[in-house]
C-alpha cells in the first residue's frame, strides 16, 4: 500500500510567476507537501536558485523550470506543449504572475497595459483552456487564479490592473459553476495590498496603499493554499481585507472608487493638493 505522502509525490504543480512573492511562497508550500513542481518565470537565474533548493530541501523526485515571457500571446502554448513533450502531467494549476501600472489612464502607456492585459488575463485564460481540457478528461484537478482585493471595486490610477482582476474573480466563479458536477475545483485568491515587488514594478512606491500595513506573501500564499486544497470557490486572505470585501457588497461604485483612489495617490501629490487648497482660501 502506498503512503500518503508517496501518493502526494505522484503529483505536480505548476505555478506562474514563481521566481518572487506569492509564486515563491506557493513553491514552498507544494513541495513541503511533497507535490513536484513545474516553476515558470522569466528570471532564469532566480528559478534555478529557487529550484534547486526546494529539490535538495525536500527531495522532490522532479523539479523543471520554464523560463518564459508570459506577456507574449504564444507562451501558453508553448508551455504547454513543453510540459505534454516532457511526459508531464499537471494535476494543480496556480495562475500567480501579475502586474500593473500606476498612473491616470490618459497618461500611462497603452503598449505595456496591454501586455498586462496578456499578462494578467489572456496568458491564465490560455492556460486554463490547455491543462483544464486534460484534468476533464481525469475528472480530477485543482486551479488557482490569483485575484485581488480589488476584483471587487474599481481602481482608480490602477484602472487596467484592476479591471484585469475584476475579469479573474468572475471568470474562476463561473468555470466552478461550470464544473459543479465534477472533480475539479477552481479558487479564486484575493489578497490586498501585499510586501512583494508589485508597487516597485507598478511605479507606485509612494502610493498610500503601498506604505500602508502590507501583507507578508508567505500568510497570503498559505491563505490561497488552504482554500484550494479544501476546494473553496473563493478567499479573502487578511482579516482586514474581509471587512472590505464585505463593504464592498454595500457602498456605492462611487464611493468606493473614491476610497481607492485615495489609496492609490502619491502621498506627496496630496500634500501639494492640501497647500494648494489652503493657498486659494
Not at 40 to 61: I, M, N
Not at 137 to 146: A, D
Not at 153 to 170: R, W
Amino acid at each position: 500500500m502506498r503512503t500518503m505522502n508517496e501518493e502526494k509525490k505522484e503529483k505536480t504543480v505548476l505555478i506562474t510567476g514563481a521566481s518572487n512573492g506569492f509564486g515563491m511562497e506557493f513553491a514552498k508550500l507544494f513541495a513541503r507537501d511533497g507535490y513536484n513542481l513545474v516553476l515558470v518565470a522569466r528570471s532564469t537565474d532566480r528559478l534555478k536558485k529557487l529550484a534547486y533548493e526546494l529539490q535538495d530541501e525536500y527531495q522532490l523526485p522532479h523539479v523543471c523550470t520554464i523560463t518564459s515571457d508570459l506577456t507574449r500571446p504564444e507562451s501558453a502554448q508553448e508551455i504547454y506543449d513543453a510540459v505534454r513533450s516532457s511526459g508531464i502531467k499537471v494535476d494543480v494549476l496556480v495562475n500567480n504572475a501579475g502586474a500593473g501600472v500606476h498612473g491616470f489612464f490618459h497618461e500611462t502607456d497603452l503598449e505595456r497595459e496591454q501586455a498586462i492585459i496578456q499578462l494578467n488575463v489572456n496568458t491564465p485564460v490560455a492556460l486554463t483552456k490547455l491543462f483544464l481540457r486534460d484534468m476533464k478528461l481525469r475528472n480530477e484537478g485543482k486551479i488557482l487564479n490569483v485575484a485581488s482585493l480589488v476584483s471587487f471595486m474599481p481602481s482608480p490610477l490602477m484602472a487596467i490592473y484592476g479591471a484585469t482582476k475584476a475579469f479573474v474573480l468572475s471568470f474562476s466563479e463561473a468555470l466552478t459553476n461550470e464544473l459543479q458536477d465534477t472533480n475539479i475545483t477552481v479558487t479564486a485568491l484575493c489578497p490586498g495590498a501585499s510586501n512583494t515587488m508589485f508597487f516597485r514594478r507598478a511605479g507606485a512606491t509612494d502610493t498610500r496603499a503601498a506604505n500602508g500595513t502590507l501583507s507578508e506573501p508567505a500568510d497570503v500564499a498559505l491563505d490561497g493554499y488552504n482554500a484550494l486544497m479544501s476546494g473553496e470557490m473563493r478567499v479573502v486572505s487578511g482579516m482586514m481585507n474581509k471587512l472590505q470585501a464585505s463593504a464592498s457588497g454595500v457602498m456605492s461604485d462611487s464611493s468606493l472608487a473614491a476610497t481607492m483612489r485615495h489609496l492609490m495617490e502619491e502621498e506627496t501629490q496630496q500634500q501639494e493638493e492640501r497647500e494648494t487648497t489652503h493657498e486659494q482660501v
